[in-house]
């Protein structure tokens, strides 16, 4: 394995309590990272937060020995990936997703189609080339998911500690994602961050004698040329030879209009090709692109030739939209 340690020693399963309040904190992470450098700042954080470090290691000693727990939160970093390194994400995903443990996993540019293919069962979150602030900052987005049943074992100090620390990296975050004018969401239960208008139902409507029937919706438009949406991507990419870039910062609209020209053209987009399309920064378009999945708006495909590669493309949901919104232009 390219760059993997083999050394053991510093691998440890026993559990590390850690000074404070919290030393019983049931919250168990565990933190796999072939870098000991990096292995060892993830540790620090992780106990600066108060909580438990269960399990640190290489990413070889996810393919070796008897399977051990997981803990609740599983820290990885993984700047590229070969052969053992796909079977040790692998193995994880799967394990992860059964016993629903959260992966936060790190890794570059260059290995992250190769990291999203392996990983398609447990809905990590992905940073790519994350400073030591985006890991935190991932750690607390996380630790605020933490189910209410385990934070209701937790005393009252150590659960009051937790939620705070939990709602402060989240502020922090939120202003981060806000930062850029334009980035505004729509929040909304049960679609993420979109609200997209729902064209898949007939409309009840009422007869002269007050029957009440069902009227088909009108077929479906088609979508545009795909020279005119590259165009217009092509023009909003040019702003930013005149503006500074975040003013305009619209990752999903770009997505958006990048997989509707693909579709037309009858091509597959990669999820690294699609980041670059967003304009912001890969780990923020990773954020987006899970927002879009949620939402029902971007559809994962696995290429049945080559396991290691993974695809996006719009749902019929989305087509439909983008179809009526490009047929609504003047």
């Given at each position: 394995?390219?760059g993997?340690?083999?050394?053991?020693q510093?691998?440890?399963?026993?559990?590390?309590?850690?000074?404070?309040?919290?030393?019983?904190?049931?919250?168990?992470?565990?933190?796999?990272?072939?870098?000991?450098?990096?292995?060892?700042?993830?540790?620090?954080?992780?106990?600066?937060?108060?909580?438990?470090v269960?399990?640190?290691?290489s990413?070889?000693?996810?393919?070796?020995?008897?399977?051990?727990?997981?803990?609740?939160?599983?820290?990885?970093?993984?700047?590229?990936?070969?052969?053992?390194?796909?079977?040790?994400?692998?193995?994880?995903?799967?394990?992860?997703?059964?016993?629903e443990?959260?992966?936060?996993v790190?890794?570059?540019v260059?290995?992250?189609?190769?990291?999203?293919?392996?990983?398609?069962?447990?809905?990590?979150?992905?940073?790519?080339?994350?400073?030591?602030?985006?890991?935190?900052?991932?750690?607390?987005?996380?630790?605020?998911?933490?189910?209410?049943?385990?934070?209701?074992?937790?005393?009252e100090?150590?659960?009051?500690?937790?939620?705070?620390?939990?709602?402060?990296?989240?502020?922090?975050?939120?202003?981060?994602?806000?930062?850029?004018?334009?980035?505004?969401?729509?929040?909304?239960?049960?679609?993420?961050?979109?609200?997209?208008?729902?064209?898949?139902?007939?409309?009840?409507?009422?007869?002269?004698?007050?029957?009440v029937?069902?009227?088909?919706?009108?077929?479906?438009?088609?979508?545009?040329?795909?020279?005119?949406?590259?165009?217009?991507?092509?023009?909003?990419?040019?702003?930013?030879?005149?503006?500074?870039?975040?003013?305009?910062?619209?990752?999903?609209?770009?997505?958006?209009?990048?997989?509707?020209?693909?579709?037309?053209?009858?091509?597959?987009?990669?999820?690294t090709?699609?980041?670059?399309?967003?304009?912001?920064?890969?780990?923020?378009?990773?954020?987006?692109?899970g927002?879009?999945?949620?939402?029902?708006?971007?559809?994962?495909?696995?290429?049945?030739?080559?396991?290691?590669?993974?695809?996006?493309?719009?749902?019929?949901?989305?087509?439909?939209?983008?179809?009526?919104?490009?047929?609504?232009?003047?």
């Amino acid at each position: 394995m390219n760059g993997m340690d083999f050394q053991q020693q510093d691998f440890s399963y026993s559990v590390r309590p850690t000074d404070g309040a919290m030393s019983g904190l049931p919250v168990a992470i565990s933190i796999f990272a072939d870098r000991g450098h990096l292995r060892a700042t993830m540790q620090e954080d992780a106990q600066a937060a108060r909580l438990t470090v269960t399990a640190a290691g290489s990413l070889t000693d996810l393919l070796e020995g008897g399977a051990r727990p997981l803990g609740d939160i599983v820290l990885v970093d993984c700047p590229q990936v070969d052969a053992r390194a796909a079977a040790a994400l692998t193995r994880l995903d799967q394990r992860a997703a059964r016993c629903e443990a959260r992966l936060i996993v790190s890794t570059s540019v260059d290995a992250l189609d190769e990291v999203f293919a392996c990983m398609d069962q447990s809905a990590p979150v992905l940073l790519v080339n994350p400073s030591r602030a985006e890991r935190v900052i991932a750690l607390g987005q996380v630790l605020s998911s933490v189910s209410p049943t385990r934070l209701r074992e937790l005393s009252e100090d150590d659960r009051l500690m937790l939620l705070r620390l939990s709602e402060q990296v989240g502020q922090i975050a939120g202003r981060i994602e806000h930062l850029a004018p334009g980035g505004t969401q729509v929040k909304d239960a049960g679609l993420g961050a979109f609200r997209f208008a729902d064209h898949t139902s007939d409309r009840l409507v009422e007869g002269p004698n007050g029957a009440v029937t069902a009227k088909k919706r009108a077929a479906r438009p088609a979508l545009p040329d795909a020279r005119l949406v590259r165009k217009i991507i092509r023009q909003r990419q040019q702003r930013a030879r005149h503006f500074n870039a975040g003013l305009f910062a619209d990752p999903a609209w770009d997505m958006l209009l990048d997989l509707t020209a693909a579709r037309v053209e009858h091509k597959r987009v990669s999820v690294t090709s699609l980041c670059i399309a967003s304009g912001v920064p890969p780990t923020t378009a990773l954020r987006w692109i899970g927002q879009m999945i949620d939402a029902g708006l971007f559809v994962r495909l696995c290429d049945d030739s080559d396991r290691r590669r993974a695809f996006i493309e719009l749902t019929d949901k989305a087509v439909d939209a983008m179809a009526r919104y490009f047929a609504d232009m003047p």
